[in-house]
Antibody, heavy 117, light 106 residues
Framework: EVQLVESGGGLVQPGGSLRLSCAAS????????MSWVRQAPGKGLEWVAN????????YYVDSVKGRFTISRDNAKNSLYLQMNSLRADDTAVYYC??????????WGQGTLVTVSS | DIQMTQSPSTLSASVGDRVSITCRAS??????LAWYQQKPGKAPKLLIY???SLESGVPSRFSGSGSGTEFTLTISSLQPDDFATYYC?????????FGQGTKVEI
């Protein structure tokens, strides 16, 4: 069974940093593109970033370019999102998702990031 | 960037109704479209991919159609478990966008 478990969320002040992790199991992690998708409170889904199997190709939504970095460790079956220069509008539940082609076929339960003073 | 517009934003329906949700892309995305269902406090669940392919385990009352810029998700006979919010998602040139969502309510 595919499992994705996010961790690392919490309360952070504007301008601060946070690192999210996603532990994957139940599938060959190194064979899949992976993604982060977020959802602000009461709002819709927003794609944040994708990373290729080899960890070299990475893509980001414009609003996080230069502030967020997606990475992975295939030996540890783990996905990461380093978030710097956080702003209030980054407040959201962050989901880790597996990409089965051009779509997300498995999702974690999400971790809440709150940016507030 | 490609924009995705869903309609309606809210849909009131009853058990047994046939319902349809439309998603329009600001430019052609071929068939690179997926549909998700999300219930409050839960992660999204994949229903349809490549515009019309049913994800394994998803009931056959769900179907998808369309290509290019206009797509439709249809639920042939609405069940109590189907009251949720539905999102479309496009994938094009290593970038993705979701529609704003359609809430299906009683």
């Amino acid at each position: 069974e595919v499992q994705l478990v996010e961790s690392g969320g919490g309360l952070v002040q504007p301008g601060g940093s946070l690192r999210l992790s996603c532990a994957a199991s139940g599938f060959t992690f190194s064979s899949y593109w992976m993604s982060w998708v977020r959802q602000a409170p009461g709002k819709g889904l927003e794609w944040v970033a994708n990373i290729k199997q080899d960890g070299i190709e990475k893509y980001y939504v414009d609003s996080v370019k230069g502030r967020f970095t997606i990475s992975r460790d295939n030996a540890k079956n783990s996905l990461y999102l380093q978030m710097n220069s956080l702003r209030a509008d980054d407040t959201a539940v962050y989901y880790c998702a597996r990409r089965g082609g051009s779509y997300h076929d498995s999702w974690g339960q999400g971790t809440l990031v709150t940016v507030s003073s | 960037d490609i924009q995705m517009t869903q309609s309606p934003s809210t849909l009131s329906a009853s058990v047994g109704d046939r319902v349809s949700i439309t998603c329009r892309a600001s430019q052609s995305i071929s068939s690179w479209l997926a549909w998700y269902q999300q219930k409050p406090g839960k992660a999204p669940k994949l229903l349809i991919y490549k515009a019309s392919s049913l994800e394994s385990g998803v009931p056959s009352r769900f179907s998808g159609s369309g290509s290019g810029t206009e797509f439709t998700l249809t639920i042939s006979s609405l069940q109590p478990d189907d009251f949720a919010t539905y999102y479309c998602q496009q994938y094009n040139s290593y970038s993705e966008t979701f529609g704003q969502g359609t809430k299906v309510e009683i």
